[in-house]
């Protein structure tokens, strides 16, 4: 079994950093790959960003290229989510999953642990 906790969410002014953290326990961090993904009100859940085992490989939705980055901290078993720049759309419930095949892609039916989420609320 694999446990997930997001940490780092809240309220952020627009324009402004956001950085969430995902701590993963239960199982060998160097073997899953990881995603964000996130879910506004109303609107189904999106893929954000994933990472495969190796951390050479990452993927992207299109809202998030060139503004987030998502990276993973081996030493800690923590996978990050991060931006400079937000924008009032980026408001969701963000959730860290884990993929056990260390692939981390865009599909949401590869990840089969998943956290609690954490609330991003970006003002305008």
């Known amino acids: 079994q694999v446990q997930l906790v997001e940490s780092g969410g809240g309220l952020v002014q627009a324009g402004g950093p956001l950085s969430l953290s995902c701590a993963v326990s239960?199982?060998?961090?160097?073997?899953?790959?990881m995603g964000w993904f996130r879910q506004a009100p109303g609107k189904e859940r999106e893929f954000v960003a994933g990472?495969?085992?190796?951390?050479?490989?990452?993927y992207y939705a299109d809202s998030a290229k060139g503004r987030f980055t998502i990276s993973r901290e081996y030493a800690k078993s923590t996978v990050y989510l991060q931006t400079n720049r937000t924008k009032p759309e980026d408001t969701a419930v963000y959730y860290c999953?884990?993929?056990?095949?260390?692939?981390?892609?865009?599909?949401?039916?590869?990840?089969?642990?998943w956290g609690q989420g954490t609330q991003v609320t970006v003002s305008s």
């Open positions: 239960g199982r060998a961090f160097v073997t899953l790959g």
């Open positions: 999953a884990a993929d056990r095949s260390g692939a981390g892609g865009p599909f949401s039916r590869g990840y089969e642990y």
């Open positions: 990472i495969d085992w190796s951390g050479g490989r990452t």
